[in-house]
């Protein structure tokens, strides 16, 4: 079976095509990618010979070379991930985000129709969406997958669009689909962009840990990998035609996770206990900002067995120790354009 994974040099991505190509020797993984600032191929140098997998580099906008390469490959199950990914540069370029996670998705939607049209058994559009489609909850309640949409960024507005067009595609053309709707990830490989590995890469460096407006919003985190297990779960078990919240049921406000994060640092870098939390710096509030995602995901729980196999405190250290091991990796994509874009963000 060919299976296409779009956006697998990213950071979920990555994840994801790591454990198909290992587990599943008899599909083949094609991971189409544009190498943007946020892929990178580094992050799968262990499977890159391995023989049921293939790279692709290409742009999920560009219609001619998408349509090409549906008629030349005929995938019958594809694993939608690419996208732009990060709230703040939706507020600094949301078109940027229109033309990827709509227009990307529509024109991958396109290919996937036109070419199973005349059957589609057997064959899967498996769409990965965020659960800031939501909006905002205040002090209490959760997320469930009836709660209506709600976007508040121009990240969230384009992934609830692509959505949208995901499930009118269903319905329309009786085109066999999935939806999950995850919350926030943490985990090796991610693009310090993002609250966890950002602070991790400036506690590294003695920089200053901007956080935004009090510090009371609260996000809910899962562990990148038991999110790669949901979605190998989802796309051989899911009901068609349904949509999935995932969540880590591990709620935390910004502050208290950067000051468990200072914690944690201070031990393994051998730095003066509370060191690290002297770096914590109130800068303004981002525009819009959410104030908490909370997920129920008891459906997934319930309907296919799944639950995070680590707790926060497991998958943080986790996490610290590969930044630590893989400075690097760290160093590579914290050259050139990221400084440019640091500063412009943050200076
Ligand atoms: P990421 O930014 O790390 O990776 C995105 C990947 O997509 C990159 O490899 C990039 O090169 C590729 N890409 C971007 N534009 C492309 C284009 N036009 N054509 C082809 N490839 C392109 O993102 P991520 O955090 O791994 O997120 C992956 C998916 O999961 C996204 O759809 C995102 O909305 C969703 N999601 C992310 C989170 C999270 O916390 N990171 C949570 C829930 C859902
Ligand atoms: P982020 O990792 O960008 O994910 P998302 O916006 O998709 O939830 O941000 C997580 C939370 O951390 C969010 O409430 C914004 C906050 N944040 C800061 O306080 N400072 C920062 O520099 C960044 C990047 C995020």
């Given at each position: ?121 057997n064959k899967l559009f498996y769409h990965i969406s965020t659960d800031e489609v939501y909006g905002t909850l205040g002090q209490t309640g959760l997320f469930t997958e009836t709660t209506s949409y709600d976007p508040n960024s121009p990240y969230s507005a384009s992934k609830a669009s ?186």
């Amino acid at each position: 079976m060919n299976i296409l994974v779009t956006g697998g040099a990213g950071f979920i991505g990555s994840h994801v095509v790591r454990l198909f190509v290992g587990q599943y020797p008899n599909y083949h993984i094609f991971n189409l990618d544009a190498l943007t600032y946020a892929g990178n191929l580094e992050n799968l140098k262990d499977i890159e010979s391995q023989p049921n997998y293939s790279f692709i580099k290409g742009d999920i906008t560009d219609e001619v070379f998408i349509n090409q390469l549906f008629a030349k490959h005929t995938f019958e199950k594809v694993i939608h991930l690419a996208a732009e990914s990060h709230v703040d540069r939706s507020i600094t370029d949301p078109l940027a985000f229109v033309k990827t996670n709509v227009i990307g998705t529509m024109i991958l939607l396109n290919a996937f129709k036109n070419t199973w049209k005349d059957n589609f058994s057997n064959k899967l559009f498996y769409h990965i969406s965020t659960d800031e489609v939501y909006g905002t909850l205040g002090q209490t309640g959760l997320f469930t997958e009836t709660t209506s949409y709600d976007p508040n960024s121009p990240y969230s507005a384009s992934k609830a669009s692509s959505d949208h067009f995901v499930r009118a595609y269903g319905e329309t053309y009786g085109m066999p689909y999935v939806i999950t709707n995850c919350s926030n990830n943490y985990g090796q490989n991610q693009f310090p962009e993002k609250l966890i590995p950002l602070f991790i890469n400036n506690i590294i460096n003695n920089k200053p840990l901007p956080v935004y407006g009090d510090g009371n919003y609260t996000r809910d985190w899962l562990y990148v990998k038991d999110h790669a297990v949901a979605i190998d779960l989802v796309f051989h078990q899911g009901k068609l035609g349904e949509t999935y919240n995932i969540g880590g049921f591990n709620e935390w406000k910004n502050i208290d996770l950067v000051k468990l994060l200072c914690k944690q640092m201070d031990e393994k870098l051998g730095r003066k206990k509370g060191a690290s939390e002297k770096l914590i710096t109130y800068v303004k509030d981002r525009p819009g900002h959410d104030l908490r995602y909370a997920i129920d995901a008891s459906k997934i729980n319930r309907e296919l067995g799944w639950k995070p196999s680590v707790t926060f405190e497991e998958g943080l250290n986790k996490t610290i120790d590969w930044y630590l091991d893989n400075e690097e990796w760290l160093r590579h994509v914290t050259s050139g354009e990221y400084q440019k874009y640091y500063q412009k963000q943050y200076d």
